[in-house]
């Protein structure tokens, strides 16, 4: 049995440390329980850094409001949202988090979830945001000759 348990376990292991995304867990009260190894190479921080302290340390202020919301309607069924969190190098940079409610016997336990760096995504939307206004104020200045 203890065999087959550590054979789970490391199957499972290797599962969470082979993926790009970052799985994620919290307790009742939204502090990390559980931050997979890969937000060392996207954040910059250790695991150990982020565990038992809530997301509200590493969000800029302007989206707590929106993260507590996020969690807070969060239930059974996968929830997403987009946000900056704040690098160990001080930097913004964007991320998705897709997570759901985890509940033991009717009673709320937490928050479990995944993390998505879209960061390069988000920086390729503004590129393409900005060149469409450019190219709207010249076509505008062509218009008026």
Do not use: C, H
Request: zero cysteines; a neutral charge.
């Amino acid at each position: 049995m203890q065999k087959k348990l550590i054979e789970s376990e490391d199957k499972y292991r290797s599962l969470i440390e082979s993926i790009y995304d970052i799985v994620f867990s919290t307790d009742d009260s939204y502090k990390i329980t559980f931050i997979g190894p890969q937000i060392k190479s996207i954040l910059g921080y250790d695991p150990s850094e982020m565990i038992g302290n809530s997301f509200e340390k590493f969000i800029p202020e302007i989206f707590n409001k929106n993260l507590n919301s996020f969690f807070k309607s969060t239930n059974t069924k996968r929830t997403t949202t987009e946000i900056q969190i704040i690098t160990k190098e001080n930097k913004p940079i964007w991320i998705r988090i897709s997570a759901n409610q985890k509940y033991q016997n009717n009673t709320f336990e937490g928050i479990n979830g995944i993390i998505t760096d879209i960061n390069a995504q988000k920086l390729a939307e503004d590129e393409i945001t900005k060149k469409n206004f450019e190219i709207a104020q010249n076509e505008s200045m062509l218009k008026s000759i």
